[in-house]
């Protein structure tokens, strides 16, 4: 964690990160002929370019900015060396976010990798005017130079022969580009995974289901063997995938590599709104005794497992899977359930400088001193509040004294929920074999209990009484 004049930071929140994989295939050629080709690099060059850095992607909150994507790797697929233009090449990269999920990042590579496709082809074609350009000009010069010394090497063919071969060499060269001045604009796609794998199951659904059950065994096999990794497997499914749908055509396909880190944020999550800021609150306190000064950020952006302790918002995860290669077996998160979570926390540690970096290194005061004695006295004051919520839930059985029969309604146990409008004391009561919830709400400007309300049943007048004339108010001062 870094540290200035203002105090340590403590987040609220943690930055969202996924992984888009691109695989580009182009069209191979020799060296020599190399615009009868289309270089698969070029084109994932331009993309790289589209993309690296792009303050496009960076997102903004509360005056904090979210970095912009870097590309983590970058290269073609040959499996040996040889003379050809580059038919297929792959990287990938992490690109991070406040609030966009993985379909609108997923959309907006899409709209880039089709700009990046026409525009390298854009170039191809300029390059070649030039070239035609370029060789028109020295043939027209060879003849010329040929036309004034015909004459007086006509006695000497063996001359001629050797005066003359390069000017006749750009002539042919001319010759060739000339044919090619009226080019068939060059077709390619750009697909998300999701669609590959709908043009696979056309070809041939059963066939294709077979063949990529099997794949995501291998694979993730290799990945358990430590013989691969997470975005280096996908490439390869991406690949052979490619091949199993018999497109030749330029092509451009993207699909996300795990892992994924939702985006989080302890103040934004559902029923607990407020929730990080209420505990940075204490936090605070807590440092200050401790000598620490310490200052409120949203996000952490070096990613964190805060991830997976709740979701914020609306944020959609419904394409993740379809769009994931290995999905099932090798990876798979379980988004519904950290949802139900949706825990609270906020991420603090020492003060540290240089991470990931050869001089990455901690405080020491920080680390042995100061975040101990922190830790401790917020552990210390979370085990006095859990006693006397225990001690609150003693008391409000004992005042509700309700003597059990067939008939009665009897306290089962009671929790105490702070609220910002006061108290609500839920009881869970049984009655016979059924169970009912009771929720009564303190009224802070009233200065009295609400009546009770009930989500199944109603509530017996004499249990009713027996609630309100219960002295809540020393409770609720006692909180």
Known sequence: MSRDENGQEVFLGSVGKCMPVVLVQGRTAHVSRCFDGLNAVGVLGRMFEKTELSAEFAEVFDGEVCMPPTWLNFKDLKKEYDVSVPARAAGYLSVLSFRSGPGEILEKMRELGSEAFAEYIEKMDAERRRLEEKLSGRAMQGKKKCVKTAKPQAANAESVDRADPVSEEYADNVGECEKTNDVVPQKFNVLSFE????????????????????????????????????????????????????????????????????????????????????????????????????????????????????????????????????????????????????????????????????????????????????????????????????????????????????????????????????IRLCINMVKSVSSMRISLQWNRRKDRLSDAIFSTGKCPKKVREKIKRCNVFLLYSLI
């Open 195 to 422: 669609e590959l794998s709908e043009q696979c199951r056309k070809k041939n659904a059963d066939g294709f289901e077979d063949f990529l059950e099997g794949l995501k065994v291998r694979t993730e096999a290799r990945i358990r063997s430590g013989e691969t990794n997470y975005p280096q497997a996908t490439i390869d499914m991406m690949t052979e995938i490619l091949d199993w749908s018999g497109l030749t055509e330029p092509v451009m396909v993207i699909s996300f590599a795990p892992p994924l880190y939702p985006t989080y944020h302890s103040d934004q999550m559902t029923g607990k709104e407020g929730a990080g800021s209420w505990q940075f609150r204490k936090i605070k306190k807590a440092s200050e005794a401790a000598g620490c000064m310490v200052k409120k950020v949203h996000y952490f952006t070096g990613i964190s497992d805060l991830s997976y302790c709740g979701t914020c918002g609306d944020m959609d995860f419904s394409g993740y899977a379809a769009e994931t290669p290995l999905w099932g077996g090798g990876y798979q998160v379980d988004f519904e359930e950290i949802g139900k979570l949706n825990i609270p926390a906020v991420l603090m540690g020492p003060w540290g400088k240089d991470i990931h970096r050869r001089t990455e290194r901690v405080n020491r005061k920080s680390l042995l001193v100061e975040l101990p004695e922190i830790l401790h006295t917020l552990i210390e004051d979370q085990a006095s509040k859990n006693n006397e919520k225990a001690q609150y839930k003693r008391t409000i059985s004992n005042m509700i004294d309700i003597v059990p029969n067939s008939n009665d309604i009897v306290p089962d146990f009671v929790d105490i929920v702070l609220e910002n409008n006061g």
